[in-house]
Nanobody, 123 residues
Framework: QVELVESGGGLVQAGGSLRLSCAAS????????VAWFRQAPWKEREIVAN????????YYADSVKGRFTISRDNAKNTFYLQMNSLNPEDTAFYYC????????????????WGPGTTVPVSS
């Protein structure tokens, strides 16, 4: 299992931006698909975005389309989530993950997870 660590989270005001990073530790980020998930208090974990190896294919949840951008730097074993125009509904614990098998939209398809980073968005 790849060890992942998120960074870049923190309190932000509505309308602001953050860039989350996910760095692989000890192993390269070699999964064909990687993803960002989020989980708000008392809510189920949901996919935010995913991206393939080359970046030619991306997926975004409807709630973040046009505001968030996922990217990947395989040489640095790192992938990112640029979050713009944040609103209080984006408040959640954000996780990065690497895909192993199964449906790409399902959290159960990912075998490696970072510990998460909190993103509280104030009104």
């Amino acid at each position: 299992q790849v060890e992942l660590v998120e960074s870049g989270g923190g309190l932000v005001q509505a309308g602001g931006s953050l860039r989350l990073s996910c760095a692989a530790s000890g192993r390269p980020c070699s999964s064909y698909f990687v993803a960002w998930f989020r989980q708000a208090p008392w809510k189920e974990r949901e996919i935010v975005a995913n991206i393939n190896w080359s970046g030619s294919s991306t997926y975004y949840a409807d709630s973040v389309k046009g505001r968030f951008t996922i990217s990947r730097d395989n040489a640095k074993n790192t992938f990112y989530l640029q979050m713009n125009s944040l609103n209080p509904e984006d408040t959640a614990f954000y996780y990065c993950a690497t895909h192993r098998s199964g449906p790409l939209s399902s959290s159960y398809s990912y075998n490696s997870w970072g510990p998460g980073t909190t993103v509280p968005v104030s009104s």
